[in-house]
């Protein structure tokens, strides 16, 4: 007769008993449910959508931009020029006119007279505007207001174009790019932020619901 003691029956305190369904030993967490990223919202599409704003808003700026540089060059090439010495420029509409110069002297003097003989006042020009389009390159000079229509003449002492001020079209053509990229970008990244945010929470209710 062998002295091995017989094993204990099923139930023993020293037998382990088999686990019940769903039972989880202590200390150890139960295993992640998984979540399919279809069931989570916002959708997906938001992720896009959001990168498409920011993307869009970049190519109008960029447009914009382009569009305001070409209108500024297409101006002054329409400007009337007088080369150094006298010559004559066609005022059209009466309004404040600007004197550049495109001898690159840094300095203009010159006497304009209006159609009747008239002497017309000028005056320093006070921002510093510049340009170079097509070959051509200017720095605002003077300024002068044209009161009357009809050819005037012009004595200078180096190159200039007279035409209106640009000053404007260039604050258009830079700034507005800047800020309708900039904002595009910013709407695009907060609505990037808040679609992650909450699909994370989104994903945290399903996992524990």
Known sequence: MSDTPPPPPFGHPNRPSSPEPGWVPTGQAPAARSVDPDDLRPKRRWLWISGAVAVLGVV?????????????????????????????????????YVVYDEGGTGSVSLTITDPDGRPVPTSRYQNEITYEFGGRSGTAALTFEARATGTHTVQTDTDIAVGPSIASRLIFAIVLPFAIGGVSVTVGLVMLIVTLVRRSKSKQRIIHA
């Open 60 to 96: 109008i700026a960029v447009v914009v931009g382009v569009l305001g540089v070409v209108g500024i060059s297409n101006s002054v090439d329409d400007f009337e020029r007088v080369r150094q010495g006298s010559g004559s420029i066609r005022v059209v509409d009466p309004g404040e």
